[in-house]
């Protein structure tokens, strides 16, 4: 048995915060993950995954799918915009969307989402037989075994089980603070040093 003060984290069990909203906490200084709101599409011990879904850039998918020759036959997606995901790979495309469906790469965050690097989801999209609902990114966030968790100890980030409709069906501004709202708190009281004892 350990004696007080000793090393209690190998006690603690694992978190797994797969298909949960990461919330950046005020004081962050990273500018690639000031004020965001990631969505984590796999966390497990060899590290973490997950896009920035509250940061859409000066770019249509209509823009997007003519830099790749496909045709976007679907007028209501045409000025919907990318969004930047995060900075690793920030020239690849990644597609979170709703139902999973079966595409040639694509993970499974749950039974109903997926993410999915392959281009066969953008040709469906393009001919209107894509999954219903997709937030488009350009990049990803990741996290390094422990890295996450050594992120959260710092109190870098809140974290909330994730609702599919605050991704799809509220507008890239509101994602955050509908994301506090799941956890009860008003992003304007969090104050920069909060959970310091």
């Not at 597609?95 to 999973?100: E, N, S, T």
């Not at 999915?116 to 990741?142: E, F």
Request: charged letters at 15%.
């Amino acid at each position: 048995m350990k004696a007080w003060g000793g090393d209690y984290n190998i006690y603690m069990k694992p978190v797994n915060l797969t298909n949960h909203f990461l919330i950046a906490m005020p004081n962050m200084a990273d500018p690639y993950f000031a004020k965001s709101l990631t969505y984590i599409c796999e966390h497990n011990e060899q590290g973490a995954l997950g896009v920035v879904i509250n940061r859409p850039i000066d770019m249509t998918l209509q823009a997007l799918f003519e830099q790749i020759s496909i045709p976007l036959g679907e007028p209501r997606l045409r000025g919907i915009a990318v969004h930047f995901g995060g900075p690793v790979q920030i020239d690849r495309g990644f597609v979170l969307h709703r139902p999973l469906g079966d595409w040639q790469s694509t993970l499974a965050v749950n039974q109903e989402l997926g993410l999915t690097t392959s281009k066969d989801i953008l040709q469906a999209v393009g001919r209107g037989d894509g999954p219903r609902q997709i937030l488009v990114t350009l990049g990803y966030a990741g996290w390094a075994p422990g890295q996450l968790e050594n992120e959260l100890a710092q109190n870098a980030w809140l974290s909330v089980p994730a609702k599919s409709n605050v991704i799809f069906d509220l507008p890239p501004e509101d994602r955050l603070s509908a994301a506090m709202d799941l956890l009860g708190v008003n992003f304007a009281t969090l104050s920069e040093d909060a959970g310091h004892a």
